[in-house]
T-cell receptor, first 111, second 115 residues
Framework: EDQVTQSPEALRLQEGESSSLNCSYT??????LFWYRQDPGKGPEFLFT???AGEEKEKERLKATLTKKESFLHITAPKPEDSATYLC????????????FGTGTKLQVIP | SQTIHQWPATLVQPVGSPLSLECTVE??????LYWYRQAAGRGLQLLFY??????ISSEVPQNLSASRPQDRQFILSSKKLLLSDSGFYLC??????????????FGQGTRLTVV
């Protein structure tokens, strides 16, 4: 069974204090790994898709990287508006409709 | 551009009452459509997915059903709600053009409270 584990569950940063969120996964052949941002009471907002180990993608202060067993979401010099829950999900190669989500990392950036 | 509409945003229903949540997608054809439920402290749980009209797959046996009467319309229903049906329900779509474009885009969700 596909599994996604995100750590830490919660992270509190000072504004400007860079850090990384971790997503460890187990899947029988990876078709894609996704990162989403979710604000309270809202639907998840798509950020990135990574397909193969070594791939990196960037968007503003966020950079996502992928290895064969985990993905990292690096946040450089975060701002209070980056506060949200960040979700990781994987899609197996064998059943492309099925995506397994982690429980997320709740990030709080303090001014 | 593509947009997804989901309503209502919040709903309070008594136990035993029926449920109908609706989701529509604009700006794309033949999308894959999904219903998820999100419980506090748990990941998103896939309830149903659909690759075409009247083609529905259920992931979890439960008190809910889904229908897709039109290409871009997805409905989540229940005949009799249970307390355990309370949660945050999310509709999502992904491109039906092929397996390479598989990221899903979500609606704003419906907070359902069964009392």
């Amino acid at each position: 069974e596909d599994q996604v584990t995100q750590s830490p569950e919660a992270l509190r940063l000072q504004e400007g204090e860079s850090s990384s969120l971790n997503c460890s996964y187990t899947v029988s052949g990876l078709r894609g790994l996704f990162w989403y941002r979710q604000d309270p009471g809202k639907g998840p907002e798509f950020l990135f898709t990574l397909y193969s180990a070594g791939e990196e993608k960037e968007k503003e202060r966020l950079k996502a990287t992928l290895t064969k067993k985990e993905s990292f979401l690096h946040i450089t010099a975060p701002k209070p508006e980056d506060s949200a829950t960040y979700l990781c999900a994987v899609q197996a190669a064998w059943g492309y409709q099925k995506v397994t989500f982690g429980t997320g990392t709740k990030l709080q950036v303090i001014p | 551009s593509q947009t997804i509409h989901q309503w209502p945003a919040t709903l309070v229903q008594p136990v035993g009452s029926p449920l109908s949540l609706e989701c529509t997608v604009e700006g794309t054809s033949n999308p894959n459509l999904y219903w998820y439920r999100q419980a506090a402290g748990r990941g998103l749980q896939l309830l149903f997915y659909s690759i075409g009209i009247d083609q529905i797959s259920s992931e979890v046996p439960q008190n809910l059903s889904a229908s897709r009467p039109q290409d871009r319309q997805f409905i989540l229903s229940s005949k009799k709600l249970l307390l355990s049906d309370s949660g945050f329900y999310l509709c999502a779509w992904s491109s039906g053009a092929g397996p390479t474009n598989t990221e899903a885009f979500f609606g704003q969700g419906t907070r359902l409270t069964v009392v």
